[in-house]
């Protein structure tokens, strides 16, 4: 039987860190939906650094299609949840649904790939990351040990079911553990 993952983001989601793991999860016939506040057609940014800018800048990116409200989602019919960074999280966190299926996966313990400032969604269900270990984008350091947790500075890192990734360069490395834990055989790896 495929495994399924759940994909929660919203308006703003860095364009890398959405399309990656969608189209590697469908590469490896991982059953993907993608969930959103509202199901419309996303907008997506680019997020990059410019010589000239102490911060990344952000560009109008791709379009993609939610498939869900996340008012219509069961986390329990899914066997996995990926968090994309970009801005989305910083407004679809306030969302109580979806801190409702965030605290599921960390409940039951099930496969979780959070990336960049996706652990802006982990830090309003902080009773339930408190003492783990994770990395993000270095500018959630402050919100991530406001909310119980020890933040490492990798570009990916695993504590038990939760793959915690810094940004987009770090995705081919944070995907590769997150189908260790989600236990799918990569195609081409032996």
Not at 42 to 48: F, G, K, N, W, Y
């Amino acid at each position: 039987m495929a495994k399924s993952v759940l994909i929660v983001t919203g308006d703003a989601v860095d364009c890398l860190e959405i399309y990656y793991p969608y189209y590697r999860c469908l590469e490896e016939q991982v059953e993907v939906t993608i969930a959103s506040p509202t199901q419309k057609k996303l907008q997506t940014v680019a997020h990059d650094f410019l010589p000239d800018m102490e911060t990344f800048t952000e560009m109008k990116a791709y379009q993609i299609e939610s498939h869900k409200s996340v008012d219509d989602i069961n986390p329990a019919d899914f066997d996995s949840l990926i968090l994309p960074g970009g801005r989305a999280p910083e407004y679809i966190r306030m969302n109580e649904k979806v801190r409702e299926i965030t605290a599921h996966f960390l409940e039951e313990d099930k496969p979780m790939g959070v990336i960049c400032h996706g652990q802006q969604i982990l830090t309003t269900v902080g009773h339930l990351i408190k003492g783990r270990k994770m990395t993000g984008y270095t500018a959630c350091q402050p919100e991530i040990e406001a909310a119980g947790a020890e933040y490492v500075k990798a570009g990916t890192h695993v504590d038990r079911n939760l793959v915690t990734g810094h940004a987009w360069p770090d995705l081919p490395d944070f995907m590769r553990e997150f189908f260790s834990i989600l236990q799918v055989k990569e195609a081409g790896r032996a």
